[in-house]
Nanobody, 126 residues
Framework: QVQLVESGGGLVQAGGSLSVSCAAS????????MGWFRQAPGKEREFVAG????????YYDDSVKGRVTISRDNAKNTVYLHMNSLKPEDTAVYYC???????????????????WGQGTQVTVSS
């Protein structure tokens, strides 16, 4: 049974930093495309960052590029999202997702991912 468990969310002031984690069981994160999405109240779930299974190359939404880093620790089977210079508009529930191990395609659509965590709340105060 696949489980993705996010942790590390919380309340942070604008301009601050926060890291969230996604611990996986039932799958190996290095063999999947792993992604982070977020969903604010009243809005659709949107792509934040992704990391490819082979080589670990990363890609980001333009709204977070330069402020966010996705990484993974294969030994811990965990994926991380490190966020800096946070803004109030970054407030959302952040979800970890696992998708197919594609070689070159960039997976940005939520429907392309097969497994999801329960989410962790990140709130940025102004």
């Amino acid at each position: 049974q696949v489980q993705l468990v996010e942790s590390g969310g919380g309340l942070v002031q604008a301009g601050g930093s926060l890291s969230v984690s996604c611990a996986a069981s039932g799958l190996t994160v290095s063999r999947y495309t792993m992604g982070w999405f977020r969903q604010a109240p009243g809005k659709e779930r949107e792509f934040v960052a992704g990391i490819r299974w082979r080589g670990g190359s990363t890609y980001y939404d333009d709204s977070v590029k330069g402020r966010v880093t996705i990484s993974r620790d294969n030994a811990k089977n965990t994926v991380y999202l490190h966020m800096n210079s946070l803004k109030p508009e970054d407030t959302a529930v952040y979800y970890c997702a696992a998708g197919p191990a594609v070689l070159t395609t960039i997976l940005r659509a939520a429907g392309e991912y097969n497994y999801w965590g329960q989410g962790t709340q990140v709130t940025v105060s102004s």
